[in-house]
């Protein structure tokens, strides 16, 4: 991975996963809220993308471990050279490990979505794991680097492990729909953050690299940080935005105007004391206890 | 920010913001024990109080951004300086982003109680985003100073990390008004430890700064610290006291005479033993699980 | 504190303090499982109990405060000296904060107990507080000692703040009562070992302390906090057991023995397959829910 | 234990718990989903099975406290030399403290399968305990050693705490039996690691340890702990695949066929309408609801 395209794919895998787990995930949440009645039909159809999801990451995985071990100048399946008594591209193991944990994450979406004696949680379960196993590796990788070096991968292994907590914090608390934005939008930090890396260590322009052992180059990654993750926030916003306008017509402030037309309707046939509270709780319930019932 | 104006704005800025959320705090909960017929009204009333303190938010943000940009010597929106190649101003920058997220604190306020398909919780997480974020860069912040102004900030950076995970906790866990008021606590801690490094760092009477490199001025601000948070305890217990006073009239007590006077008009005209269980229950509710329904 | 006695002192306080947690906590959850009947009467008794024991923490804190401002040698309320330019013996001082945690923390029993209107969660939180602000003092405490003196410090800090996370767990969680006999446990820990920090430091047969610099006696004090450990877990469970066997009468086994005789005295009126289920569930939900219903 | 055998009998001890408690785990987990009716019976048969489990635990407690002390060269439970005034082999000392609170999880085993007055969790927490404690044992264990001799440990003791974390997050949240698996893929990557330590530092072929100042060697460490967890994954995975498909009959589909079968006949006797949702409701709440109701 010592290269630019060597960090920009991983980075894209991650941004393009990310964005559509996005997708999936205020897609379910606006079916959850909107339709009811033909939210079994729903329910149906994301188990179905679930295991082609699960298919899409194994293949992935495959690829990346086949890749990482059979490029020019990598390990071709041997781990140790007896002749010269040493290890052979240990760094190439490392990431092919990764890929197989990520692998496994695809093996339990597939699992989850066809075998019904298998708690759906395992899912989250294996997700939070590879991130922790990634962190992991990606903490003991950079041993005898120059410290800006050492310093963006260290923000990495942040965001990561970051990440792998919330994963376990959804495996425990289950269908809130922010929780799962949350992660999310620190897998687009991550993906971003891998580009970010690409720029910092090997120019694409060809130019020389960063100063590396400078310390505003530091202060300056600090708040860059920052920014992707504004930047994550923002187009997780704006997916969100577009998702439910397209999913609930004209009008945003739908769930408001159902309770007014329930009262209208309500109004003319009963008495209004008696009608308004009760959709007007209805509107409350909507409003305060969106996380709990999703 | 170098200064001591640059910390006491800063300082002022969370005392006034963490009095005035405490005020809400108490006042919603008062609203929610004893006015539970017009309790509906006063939630709409929380409502537009939300949307006017997003505004303010964001306006205080926006200005924040610009003055850390056009003050003199700011970075006026410039990046980096390829004259002299070298970065322009970073901890302008650090500040410049700070406020942005803390703008989206507002941002996030006012979109929650306007659109109704966006869950409730989501300013929580925006609040605990952007105190994570500011710790974040704070820790980022002292490369190459003497040892006490590193250690004031590392004790504000932990100041910072606790309210980012109260506020982290309060968006799982809801409605619990003694989590909310913790973590209030430490807003105004956070306010007035910004005093205390201003006149450590700068002392306004224009005498010379603190010894930076005595131990002993180390193991005052430790305890300094503890008092300023006892102190913020005193005024919490205070404005808690007081709109609780407000609100229920004469008798703080009220919650055991209304059960006293139940117990009385029930006893009346029904048998004593009958009646008495009812209302204790109703009191020990009272008094046991208010957090769980408030 | 630079004594023997200045560690015994606070060790006695803590250890007497546990015991007396273990019985009432003990004593609280057999008076819910036998007598629900008469639950109520006892709930008002543990209501004036907490009531004494606030009002006594309030005396032992105010009794400490002042212990260590006006013994011999003690800063008499002084905190600079402006003619030496220094600080005014600051361990004195710190001992001084931590005590008037201590007592807010009695504060909170009275209130909690006197004032309906107040969350009864607040008294777990002040003693979670006290326990955290004596841990970050204490990590402050110790500059330019020896070895072994940091490291017998830096153990308690690790209790100190273990128990002060486990009381705010309990604010979270409550009426769990094995995490409330957890968190007792590491105040006797905290107990004892102050007492073994006494011997370690000031050897009170007055032979000489021991030596400092030796690595093995930090080998040694690593196991003996695990032996402190277990002994306090002993201590528990004998209390736990004593008060289980007064309360129960002669058999322990009361839970399975009324199911036994329920299921006699209904078999006798009843087709036994009908009867045993329910009795045998009973007994279950005993056994497997306690916890949550406590 | 500084030999390949003192290695290699904990580790044999931790995988042999690990598959025997993944047995039960996934047995009382078919049990539950499938035998509704006769499943009070099997829990009767679950608590004498725990009643033998701490029995034996106890044992090989003992087993091993009396031959940490009483094997040649052994410190014969004598704790302190006067005459050559030092301590008597620590490391056998610690390795007691370790089987002591192993010890005491059996002891806790059998009281809560025995008397109905001690709460269930009480088992957990006892497991977390001993884990942690052995955590904080081999933290201070391995004091000026080499550095590959100390990274093993390290990995060690991160598994250690992982593994107590989980227990004590099972103390918390029961009957979830993915989080129970999961903390069991702990104990066998700890048992499996054990085996990896004592391959690395004392060869059983006989030949030359590893250079314990190899760099490459630690890099290869980091993912060979990596390829354990997968391993332990892939055993748990196995026994979970064996036990479903025993306790289910041909059809691992259960669930899914049961719910199509009560379609058939209730369709054959309902109106298709009415019937469909309520057994397609149920076969939702196997697969979605399954770890909140076990």
Redo the contacts between chains.
Sequence with gaps: MGSFKGHALPGTFFYVTGIWWTLKAVLKY?CK?HKRTSY?GS?ALFHRVDIVEGIILVCMALTGMLGEQFITGGPYLSLYDYKKG??VQ??G??HT?MY??FG?VGVADILCS????I????SK?TLSNALL?EA??FY?HT??REILDIFVHQLLVLVIIVTGLLAF?E???RHN???EL?RISFILLQGSWFWQIGFVLYPPSGGPAWDLTD??????L??C???H??FS?IIIGIIYAFV?WLT?GPH?????ATSKINAVIQGASLPHVGSF?ES?ED??L???Q??SD?
């Excluded at 708690?119 to 395992?122: H, I, K």
């Design positions: 606006a809220r079994l329910k040493q290890w240990l760094l193991w490392h490990t197989f944990f496994l066809t075998i019904s004696s708690p759906a949680s395992l379960l196993v992991f590796i003991n041993h005898g914090l495996f425990l608390i729909v922010i929780l949350l310390h505003e180059n530091i202060m300056f600090t708040i940080l920052c920014w993750y504004a926030f439910i609930s945003l402030l739908r769930g408001w509270p007007k509107y409350c909507f409003l305060f969106k996380p999703t």
